[in-house]
Each structure stands twice: as structure tokens, then as C-alpha cells.
């Protein structure tokens, strides 16, 4: 008996075996829903008057739009991040789902196999346009209540070159701050270096001034509790302790537990010109835990519009492909 589809009516409804069997045009009604859920609007004016085009002939596109206003075509890839895609939207859908529902990450070479992609070139710019998609303003809403800052350094192994490697603080590993609210999200970026300038300012970028602030003896924290009303307690580390009350940093480890396990079992090695798109990726997947993988994914989609990511930029070395 051939297997027929369920009907959904949102990606938040679908296991990653339903998403596997959408059809090309399911996959188009669901990020048509999911961007435009007051109905569609023209992504050149913002208009509402629009109609579908329809006809059986070959120049006309599957889901093509027209603005009776603007008098300009589009569809729903038009302003986002899959515009000019040339993968099925079916292939997006599946691939939003499968970033979202792998904890700690899926690397671009498995996309490619899982997807049936020709290259690995375009699993690799899809990737980092779904990150693109999953990055949120870290400053849309400040961190409240009790916020953990911690510090670690993300980069492979040594070299085996005979010589002595530093571990941790003074490696040549890539540093990472991350500032998490116990039981809401997260906030990590890579940072230049580990001065109290550096990491002092993270804080205050990030920081509601109410709130209280935990962190490990770095000296370079020293100080910030003056500038929060709620001040600032440590742990000792250096001696053996780690929890004392309500004052840890294990929330903010475990983030990077989650974060190395991915560094180092599904990307093995990630550049320091990227390092901050993997950590907009598990930021996202932090913030969206309490969720499942259906409606985390709904959110990532919710995230495309309005931004676009460049292969030539990925490949540009400088600031701007960081």
C-alpha cells in the first residue's frame, strides 16, 4: 500500500521522518506560513496586494508571486537567506530541521550525503546560512537575574612538534566568553584576548545592571560587581571549589561541554574567521531547549528573512566574512 503524507499544518507538528517526505510544494506553503503568517507580503514595498501567477508554461516559476502594487515579482526565497538557491525548498526545510534537532551540530559533509547535495560547496554555504538564520540580537533583550560569565578556548590539538603547549589561559587557542541566565539564555562570542577591558565590556554590553553577576577568581573579572546591584560572587577554582550555595559557573560549563563535544566530534576543527557563526548556532539551541525539534526549527525559519549571506563573502578573508 503506498504511504500517503499526513497532512501538517505547521513544521512544529513534524518529526524529522515527516519533514523527510514533504513534497516540493508542502515545503513551499510551509515557509510561506512560517513568513508570512498575516498573509504574504510583497518583500519589495511590503504591500498585501498580491496575487499567485499561475500557468503551464515553462517560464513561469513553482510559487511565483506579483505585487499589484510595485508591479515586482518574488517568491519566498526573495529576501531571505535562500535567495537565488538553487536546492529545493524541500532540501532547506530538511536541513533547518536537521541543524535544530542535532545537539551538538551536524557538519556540512553529512548535510551533503543526507540531502543528496552535488557538492560539498553547497552544503557548506547552506550551513552558514541557516546560521545566519539562527543569529539573534544579543542585545535585543538584556540577561536578568543571575548571570554566569566564564571564559574557554576553542582551537585543536597542539601541534606534535616537541614543543610545550600552554593549556587553557595563555594558549593560542581561540578565547570564548559566554554570559548565561540560569534557566534562560545564553550570550557567547569570541573575543580578542581575556584582559578585564575585554571581558568587562561583554559584560556590560550584555548585562542587565540589576542583576548579579557569578564568575570563577580571574582577575580580570575583579571589580565588575561595583557596577551591578546585585554585585559579583566567585568560586574558587584554583582551590578546589566549585559550588558554594547558589554560587557556581556550572550552567555556563555545561554550554561549553555542548560546544566542545560539537568542535570536537562533528566539526573536528573550525576556523577562527567563522568560530563566531558556530557559536550563534549553539546559542540557539540553548535559547530554544525547552522546545522541540519541530518548533525550534519553525523558529531558525522565522530568523531568514531580511538577511542574506554571500559565498563570496564566506570565502573573503577579513572582518566582514567573520
Request: glycine letters at 10%.
Amino acid at each position: 500500500m503506498r504511504y500517503t503524507p499526513p497532512e501538517f499544518e505547521t513544521l512544529s507538528d513534524m518529526a524529522a521522518i515527516d519533514v523527510g517526505r514533504l513534497t516540493e510544494e508542502q515545503a513551499r506553503k510551509i515557509l510561506e506560513d512560517i513568513r508570512w503568517p498575516d498573509g504574504v507580503e510583497c518583500p519589495h514595498c511590503k504591500g498585501r496586494d498580491v496575487v499567485r501567477i499561475n500557468g503551464k508554461a515553462e517560464k513561469v516559476r513553482d510559487g511565483l508571486l506579483r505585487c499589484k502594487g510595485c508591479r515586482k515579482q518574488f517568491t519566498v526565497t526573495v529576501g531571505t537567506v535562500m535567495e537565488h538557491t538553487h536546492i529545493t525548498l524541500r532540501q532547506w526545510v530538511q536541513a533547518f530541521h536537521s541543524m535544530c534537532s542535532h545537539k551538538k551540530g551536524v557538519s556540512s559533509l553529512q548535510l551533503q550525503r543526507n540531502l543528496g547535495l552535488r557538492s560539498y560547496r553547497s552544503a557548506w554555504h547552506l550551513t552558514h546560512r541557516i546560521r545566519a538564520a539562527m543569529k539573534e540580537d544579543p542585545l535585543a533583550s538584556l540577561l536578568k537575574g543571575v548571570v554566569e560569565v566564564d571564559e574557554t578556548y576553542i582551537g585543536g590539538k597542539p601541534p606534535k612538534d616537541g614543543k610545550k603547549h600552554k593549556r587553557g589561559r595563555g594558549t593560542d587557542k581561540a578565547p570564548v566568553v559566554a554570559l548565561v541566565e540560569r534557566g534562560g539564555k545564553v550570550v557567547t562570542k569570541p573575543v580578542g584576548n581575556v584582559t578585564a577591558r575585554t571581558l568587562k565590556s561583554a559584560i556590560r554590553e550584555a548585562v542587565d545592571r540589576e542583576l548579579r553577576i557569578v564568575t570563577d577568581e580571574f582577575e580580570s573579572y575583579k571589580g565588575i560587581g561595583r557596577e551591578f546591584k546585585g554585585g559579583h560572587e566567585t568560586v574558587n577554582h584554583g582551590l578546589g571549589e566549585y559550588v558554594r550555595d547558589d554560587v557556581f559557573t556550572n550552567t555556563a560549563e555545561s554550554f561549553f561541554a555542548l560546544l566542545k563535544r560539537g568542535v570536537n566530534g562533528t566539526f573536528h576543527h573550525i576556523s577562527k574567521k567563522h568560530l563566531a557563526k558556530y557559536c550563534n548556532e549553539f546559542s540557539f539551541r540553548w535559547d530554544n531547549r525547552k522546545v522541540t525539534d519541530g518548533e525550534m526549527a519553525e523558529e531558525a525559519v522565522k530568523g531568514m528573512d531580511g538577511k542574506r549571506l554571500m559565498l563570496k563573502d564566506l570565502l573573503r578573508d577579513g572582518e566582514k566574512a567573520n
